[in-house]
């Protein structure tokens, strides 16, 4: 892609971004938010997330395979991480850390 | 009596462990951009518009493994979708806003300045959306800069991008110990893991973490639902869970 395919890009991922960050802040400031609605959105970041980090750490994504246990340095990275973000729950604790996990297993166990 | 402090001294304290947070996440990201071919420009350009560590992580994969255009920003529509849910759950803390404010304050919302207001808007009674906003700014401003910092650091030095790529699902795995709150937000976590897995083997596309992401939400509602109609509010699954380290890296 050239450099005006990647600003195009931009704009595209600007509106992209933009449209569900604001429509329901705008709908629901002048709306009452059903009470169930709230409760079950509770439960949607930590699904995603997961599902985030199970397709980083599990899942190939070239062809979508379920890999195991294939990318041993990221799964003891993870445990590390987990435990970091638990017991200091700073988030440049864990991202420094689990940079630094990753790349020293890196050396004895596949990515 | 402490001594009075200017207002936006006041939320830059807050909003700075946050701050410093995105540097190191924001270097990485900065790294990555720039492999994929984006320039300092462009890159700094991208932090400012979309704001999000997870799209434009997704932005520089995709870029690296030629993507089209259409799967990029489809793939970004699933990603950037949570906002949805932040944003109506922030929505109740800033009625009365103008239309314009709005629009401010939602095309700079993102994560982990979600969570600082939220946590602000829950427990101080003084915190005004305009303090919010300054907070989304303050981070908007250091992920800037640190991905402008980082986009020029790659053209300068080889570094293994398998592992800086690693830096976004660091920050997911902290942002779900951080939304542990009850062992039924563990078994949530566990469901969503497994039909993930399934999910996208047999969508064999990013569709499966949109499909496993409702699906496990709405099954973690449905339990808490049933436990606490039999009254079970104090019981296995409900019981809070007390973090180890004090809140106050993230809540003050």
């Known amino acids: ?23 329901p802040l705008r709908i629901f400031s002048t709306r009452e938010i059903p009470q169930w609605f709230n409760e079950w959105m509770k439960y ?3 699904s995603l997330f997961t599902a985030l980090v199970v397709k980083d750490v599990f899942m190939n994504t070239k062809n979508y395979t379920f890999v195991g246990f294939d990318y041993m340095a990221k799964i003891l990275a993870s445990v590390i991480v987990v435990a970091i973000a638990y017991r200091s729950r700073s988030m440049g604790l864990s991202v420094v850390f689990g940079l630094v996990a990753v790349a020293l297993l890196a050396m004895t166990f596949p990515l | 009596m402490e001594k009075e ?17 995105y540097i190191p996440i924001g270097l990485a990201c900065g790294i990555l951009l720039n492999a994929a071919g984006f ?6 350009l991208v932090s400012m518009l979309v704001f999000s560590g997870g799209a434009q992580f997704m932005i520089a994969s995709m870029l690296t493994t030629s993507a089209p255009m259409h799967t990029i920003l489809v793939m970004l529509f699933f990603l950037e979708l949570r906002y949805a849910l932040l944003g109506s759950s922030l929505s109740q803390y800033v009625r009365g806003t103008s239309k314009k404010f709005l629009y401010f304050f939602a095309v700079s919302l993102n994560d982990e300045n979600y969570a600082v207001n939220y946590l602000k808007f829950a427990t101080d009674k003084e915190w005004t959306p305009k303090d919010a906003l300054m907070v989304e700014h303050y981070s908007l401003l250091f992920w800037t800069l640190a991905n402008l910092i980082g986009s020029l650091i790659g053209n300068v030095i080889k570094i293994d991008l398998a592992i800086v790529d690693y830096a ?8 779900i110990v951080m939304q542990i709150k009850n062992k039924l937000t563990i078994l949530t976590s566990l469901i969503s893991a497994i039909l993930a897995i399934v999910s996208m083997a047999v969508l064999k596309s990013t569709m499966g973490l949109v499909v496993a992401t409702l699906i496990a939400s709405l099954i973690g509602f449905a339990i808490e639902d049933t436990l606490v109609k039999k009254g079970h509010t104090k019981g296995f699954w409900l019981k809070r869970i007390k973090p180890k380290a004090s809140r106050k890296v993230i809540s003050r």
Do not use: D
């Not at chain 2, 976004?168 to 942002?175: G, N, V």
């Open chain 1, 1 to 23: 892609m050239t450099t005006t395919n990647h600003f195009i890009l931009i704009i595209l991922s600007m509106l992209v971004a933009f449209g569900p960050r604001f429509i």
């Open chain 2, 5 to 21: 402090q200017p207002r936006w001294a006041e939320v830059f304290k807050i909003a700075m462990p946050l701050c410093l947070s």
């Open chain 2, 168 to 175: 976004l699902t660091a920050l997911f795995l902290y942002m």
């Open chain 1, 44 to 46: 949607v970041p930590v």
């Open chain 2, 39 to 44: 320039n300092p420009l462009l890159t700094a």
